[in-house]
Antibody, heavy 124, light 111 residues
């Protein structure tokens, strides 16, 4: 069974940092791009970042560029998101999501597997 | 304000047909980027419902269908059932923003 399990969320003060992790299983990890998508309480979905299967290509939403860093360890089937300089508007449930297409995929690929999310709260 | 515009809410009685629109621009849907649809049940993670404008993943009932024309896309649900009561999101890619974009979501209420 394909699974994604996020961890690392918590309560952080404004300006603080966290490292979110996502453990993957049930598929050939290095073949698929992975993304982070967040959802503030009671709000819609907000794409954050994507990393290619090899890890050699990354992209970020403008709202997090320069503050968040996505990475992956294909030897451990792990995805990470280092979040820094956190703001109140970053508070959300952060989902780890798997790209639908394997290999060299277009930018408009779908997300076929979602984790259950890890919550990030930002408050002083 | 979302790049892709969806109605905040739609409703229908059991057995009826409803459609949810997703309106974009020449930078996303109109630029021939694919549209995908997700269903999010209360308290759950989103689930892929339609990919590549009109394709259903294995296990998704054929009551759900997607279409795209010009700068808009639509999700149609026929034979509404109580378990369809959920939030629905469209997704595409925007060449001006150079990133994935979602619609603001539509709350479907089954009366």
């Amino acid at each position: 069974e394909v699974q994604l399990l996020e961890s690392g969320g918590g309560l952080v003060q404004p300006g603080g940092s966290l490292r979110l992790s996502c453990a993957a299983s049930g598929f050939t990890f290095s073949t698929y791009a992975l993304s982070w998508v967040r959802q503030a309480p009671g709000k819609g979905l907000d794409w954050v970042s994507v990393i290619s299967g090899s890890g050699g290509s990354t992209n970020y939403a403008d709202s997090v560029k320069g503050r968040f860093t996505i990475s992956r360890d294909n030897s451990k089937n792990m995805l990470y998101l280092q979040v820094k300089s956190l703001r109140a508007e970053d508070a959300a449930l952060y989902y780890c999501v798997k790209g639908f297409c394997g290999g060299d995929c277009p930018s408009d690929d779908a997300f076929d597997i979602w984790g259950q999310g890890t919550m990030v709260a930002v408050s002083s | 304000q979302s790049v892709l515009t969806q109605p905040p809410s739609v409703s229908g009685a059991p057995g009826q047909r409803v459609t949810i629109s997703c309106t974009g621009s020449r930078f996303n849907i109109g630029a021939a980027y694919d549209v995908h649809w997700y269903q999010q049940l209360p308290g759950a993670a989103p689930k892929l419902l339609i990919y590549g404008n009109s394709n259903r993943p294995s296990g998704v009932p054929d009551r759900f269908s997607g279409s795209k024309s010009g700068t808009s896309a639509s999700l149609a649900i026929t034979g509404l059932q109580a378990e369809d009561d959920a939030d629905y999101y469209c997704q595409s890619y925007d060449s001006r923003l150079r990133g994935v974009v979602f619609g603001g979501g539509t709350k479907l209420t089954v009366l």
